[in-house]
């Protein structure tokens, strides 16, 4: 085991988009970075040769993190790899994969709350003070309830949403142990699989909100401002970090109007 005394990071949802773009902004910051992928290993190599051309160290895990098997199997190989971990990234989310959502209709709330929450409590005993949690979410799940949603994005807005907050329980527990969260949220991310599932189900929409706010950020953008939210110790826990357009650029939803006459 090589004991450097590097930054060591983990980030779900690694092997692509904004996981790997985030996984090379930290290895560029001189962290070891270890990621997960749910099943594309060759894919997930690739960032792994990627990140350790900066000098530090990677590593790939395959891991489906709506199992707890694949949890206890992700941390046993992590604690032979690294006895710290200071940065957990929880990149990782899905709710549009119709395979999935066919086998398992409540899979969005599965994977976007439940199985935060689970690789959290298993990385906490490994982490140290003074390190940091990032939830990655979307606008349109930061501010769900009050904003229109996209059309196909209902239910992971939701729980995306109800991830948000139930990380945001366990705060106070977190800054007892010396430990920030950070909230990063996203416009739509150019380049991402996301859009692109959107856009079947709603043409020009990427286009309108192009329009609205200007530019749309990259997954390299976005990879960026997560480094730098992570190592800005300026930044208190509870931050949202909003990247993209403003959320006051979103559409509001329109109060129902009384049915009162007056």
Aim: charged content about 20%; overall charge negative.
């Amino acid at each position: 085991m090589d004991f450097v005394q590097r930054p060591v990071a983990l980030i779900t949802g690694g092997s692509r988009g904004i996981g790997a773009a985030t996984a090379l902004a930290l290895a560029a910051r001189n962290y070891d970075v270890a990621i997960t992928f749910h099943n594309k290993a060759a894919r997930a190599n690739e960032v792994v040769q990627a990140i350790t051309s900066y000098g530090v160290r990677g590593l790939a895990i395959q891991c489906d993190i709506t199992k707890q098997d694949d949890i206890d199997r992700l941390f046993s190989t992590m604690k032979e790899w690294t006895n710290h971990i200071d940065l957990l990234v929880l990149n990782a989310s899905g709710g549009l994969e119709r395979n999935l959502l066919a086998a398992d209709p409540d899979y969005p709330m599965h994977i976007n709350r439940d199985a935060q929450l689970a690789t959290l409590n298993s990385t906490l005993p490994t982490m140290p003070t003074g390190s940091t949690i990032i939830f990655v979410t979307s606008h349109w799940a930061h501010m769900y309830g009050k904003v229109q949603d996209l059309p196909a994005y209902s239910t992971i807005a939701e729980s995306k949403y109800a991830g948000e907050q139930a990380l945001r329980l366990q705060q106070q527990e977190l800054e007892e142990r010396g430990i920030r969260l950070i909230i990063v949220t996203g416009d739509l991310i150019e380049g991402t699989i996301t859009p692109k599932l959107l856009e079947r189900a709603a043409p020009g929409m990427t286009k309108d909100r192009q329009q609205t706010v200007g530019h749309l950020p990259t997954a390299t953008e976005m990879g960026e401002a997560i480094a730098v939210a992570a190592t800005d110790l300026t930044l208190p826990s509870g931050s949202t970090v909003v990247i993209g357009g403003a959320l006051e650029s979103l559409p509001l939803l329109v109060p129902e109007q009384s049915s009162q006459l007056f």
